[in-house]
Nanobody, 124 residues
Framework: QVQLVESGGGLVQAGGSLRLSCAAS????????MGWFRQAPGKEREFVAT????????YYADSVKGRFTISRDNAKNTVYLQMNSLKPEDTAGYYC?????????????????WGQGTQVTVSS
């Protein structure tokens, strides 16, 4: 079993920055890929970013490319999402997810464990 706990969300003005953290416990964190997704009210959950177990591969949604950076610290069992140049359309609940294989993925169904989410609100 894997437990994921997100933190770092909040209210920020457009153009500002936030860093989300996702702390993992349970099975060997360093063996699996991680992802960040987001979901706005009335919308489906969408892919934001993913990182492989070794950090050698990262992928981003086009909407966040160049503004968000995913990273991980396997020694701390934590994955991060640095969000810069935030826009009102980035407002959503942000969820981290763990995939029990090493390779990255962009579909929610390819992930096995999910956190409870942290809210990000960007004001204009």
């Amino acid at each position: 079993q894997v437990q994921l706990v997100e933190s770092g969300g909040g209210l920020v003005q457009a153009g500002g920055s936030l860093r989300l953290s996702c702390a993992a416990s349970g099975r060997a964190f360093s063996r699996y890929a991680m992802g960040w997704f987001r979901q706005a009210p009335g919308k489906e959950r969408e892919f934001v970013a993913t990182i492989s177990w070794s950090s050698s591969n990262t992928y981003y949604a086009d909407s966040v490319k160049g503004r968000f950076t995913i990273s991980r610290d396997n020694a701390k069992n934590t994955v991060y999402l640095q969000m810069n140049s935030l826009k009102p359309e980035d407002t959503a609940g942000y969820y981290c997810a763990a995939r029990l294989v090493a390779g990255t993925a962009e579909q929610p169904a390819q992930y096995h464990y999910w956190g409870q989410g942290t809210q990000v609100t960007v004001s204009s």
